[in-house]
């Protein structure tokens, strides 16, 4: 590193990775009030808190998700974990080791030398195998018999290497083993999650939730990761609020009990403006949505030429997705394009009428919309969306569907699901828009205090302040009482308790309410007293 480069490095100020935030104080606060307001109502729709790891083995989404989804295919953070232990390290040394080695037929040292690595390689690759460290199959086993019998091979040496050949069967051998080594998975890819109800699901599995009482109803909240374009509402790490009902029977009415508990949510948060879009996409049956997409398809052939290179690549990856398109100039075509209303089966087509049925019955208002296919492959039959006003073309604040097969397809018994997540940034910028923000802040007590005496009737009254619930500064350092007043008019305290050495020796205390200006004097004892009833006032 050169001089100037090094000062630089040195002078280097470091922020948030493109895509992620802080967020601060006092938006924090509003943060706390959804996330409050979300454990209260779910509650009383009885969903337990499940918390999930923030990472999860990568083939758990590609399967769940969908290869041929954007989260999936572009978006994902994927790690490569190295093996569990000390094993995962020296492995790792090994091979380096002998990949970069150069092998001479004319030094036997050096082919003495790849050797021992080789046969290292092979017997800590073996313990590592044992001991269920590193991925294991019937692959892995062949791979490993091959490595083996390659340490006969290279026993052959060394030998009298005079002729050309010799040499050359020596660097083919060389080569042969590089190649071996190089070839063996001393890592797990594991993924930053982009969602959570794969995790959910193979958290049901893993437990043996299917022995419960059923359905088993969880909520979670935390951060997701996708790799998307960040803009306004769209962030690398954002927050999901979501809930999951799995096991018991796939009654219309869970669908809508579950959309209900969600805009129960919204209105108890405040969130104006909000439409709710429903749908039916139907299951993956001939007579159904594999009948419906092939139409597709072939109706997207049709057009291909006036589509976007995006939609383009999708009639044959994901053409359900194209129907998801915002591109202007796609619109009246899509509008063209067969429904898929028009192409379910009987049981899904009664399946979704019964849905809407439902959501009148609790008085949710909702819009149909064709076009709701989500962005990802276990959705089945109801699928649903919400909007929210103050977001730009970000504006969708929440997505759920029903899920039926993807118990089964992570390896558990048949079982239904359905869920939503609400993204909360978008949540709280949509509330933020809408001056629906009114959470406590500022500190409701400053004690303004000058003077030893002071200092230890300050310490007390914010002691027992903060006992009975009060947010109190008390400042570290004396003030004059002018800049104490003018710092807490900053922080937006309601009160100023003054202290000074006069005060405590006539044991009466100030109380200033600050937007009024007007001040009285209490005892210590009849402070609290008088502060607990203002603040219920
Ligand atoms: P999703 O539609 O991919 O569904 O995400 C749900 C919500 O998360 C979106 O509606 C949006 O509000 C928010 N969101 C997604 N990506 C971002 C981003 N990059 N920045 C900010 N917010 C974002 C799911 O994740 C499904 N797991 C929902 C579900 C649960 N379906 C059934 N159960």
């Known amino acids: 590193m050169s001089d100037a480069t090094a000062k630089k490095e040195e002078g280097r100020k470091f922020q948030a990775t493109k895509g992620t935030r802080d967020i601060l104080p006092p ?19 009885g969903y337990g808190e499940i918390r999930l790891p923030v990472f999860e083995d990568f083939r758990l989404f590609q399967r769940a998700v969908g290869v041929e989804t954007d989260i999936v295919n572009k978006e994902m953070y994927v790690l490569d974990d190295l093996m569990e232990g000390e094993i995962g390290a020296r492995l790792e040394y090994l091979r380096v080791q002998i990949q970069y080695m150069t092998v001479s037929s004319a030094l036997p040292t ?42 006969g091979r290279l026993d052959l040496f060394p030998r009298d290497m005079r002729t050309p050949e010799d040499s050359f069967v020596l660097d083919e051998t060389v080569n042969n083993c590089k190649i071996q080594v190089r070839e063996i998975q001393l890592t797990e890819l594991k993924a930053l999650r982009p969602e959570a109800t794969a995790s959910v699901c193979r958290a ?154 439902q959501l009148e019955l609790r008085g949710v208002l909702y819009q149909e919309n064709w076009r709701l296919v989500r962005g990802l492959d276990y959705y089945m039959r109801t699928t649903f969306e919400i909007t929210a006003p103050g977001l730009g073309s970000q504006n969708a604040v929440c997505g759920g569907g029903r899920y039926d097969g993807l118990v089964e397809l992570l390896g558990g018994p048949p079982t239904k699901g359905i869920g939503f997540a609400i993204g909360e940034d978008r949540l709280i910028l949509s509330l933020q828009e809408s001056g629906k923000t009114n ?13 030893e005496r002071a200092y230890a009737a300050a310490i007390r009254a914010a002691k027992d302040l903060r006992k009975a619930g009060f947010s109190v500064e008390l400042p570290p350092v004396e003030q004059k009482f ?27 205390w100030t109380i200033k309410t600050l937007s009024t200006g007007e001040q009285t004097k209490f005892t210590e004892s009849d402070l609290l007293d008088y502060l607990v009833k203002q603040r219920s006032a």
């Not at 390689?121 to 044992?130: M, P």
């Not at 959470?439 to 003077?451: F, H, L």
């Not at 002018?482 to 020796?505: C, H, M, P």
């Open 27 to 45: 938006e924090t606060a509003l943060w706390n009030r959804v996330e409050q307001t979300a454990h209260e109502v779910f509650a009383t729709f």
């Open 110 to 151: 050096e082919v003495e030398q790849f050797k021992t690595l080789y046969n290292d390689f092979v017997k800590a690759y073996r313990i590592a195998l044992e001991r269920g460290l590193a991925p294991r199959d019937e692959f892995t086993d062949r791979h490993f018999s091959f490595l083996e019998a390659m340490i």
């Open 204 to 357: 049901y599995i893993e437990h043996n939730m299917q022995q419960l009482p059923q359905p088993v109803k969880l909520y979670y909240l935390g951060p997701m990761f996708r790799r998307e374009r960040p803009q306004k509402g769209r962030y690398r790490q954002f927050y999901q609020i979501g809930a999951e009902i799995l096991g018991g029977p796939d009654a219309p009415a869970t669908d809508a009990e579950v959309i209900e508990m969600l805009m129960t949510f919204f209105d108890k948060v405040g969130l104006q403006g909000a439409t709710l879009y429903v749908n039916s996409i139907g299951h993956s049956a001939e007579n159904c949505r594999r009948g419906y997409v092939a139409k597709l398809m072939a109706a997207l052939e049709k057009v291909k030429d006036k589509l976007g290179p995006d939609s383009q690549r999708r009639i044959d990856t994901n053409p359900l997705r194209v129907l998801d398109s915002k591109l202007e100039s796609e619109q009246a075509i899509i509008a063209t394009l067969p429904r898929i209303a028009d192409h379910l089966c009987d049981e899904c087509k009664t399946h979704y009428a019964a849905v809407k049925r």
């Open 439 to 451: 959470v406590a802040q500022g500190r409701d007590v400053y004690i303004a205090w000058m003077g």
């Open 482 to 508: 002018g800049k104490a007043l003018g710092q807490a008019d900053k922080l937006g305290a309601r009160f100023a308790l003054i202290l000074g050495d006069n005060e405590v020796s006539e044991g009466l």
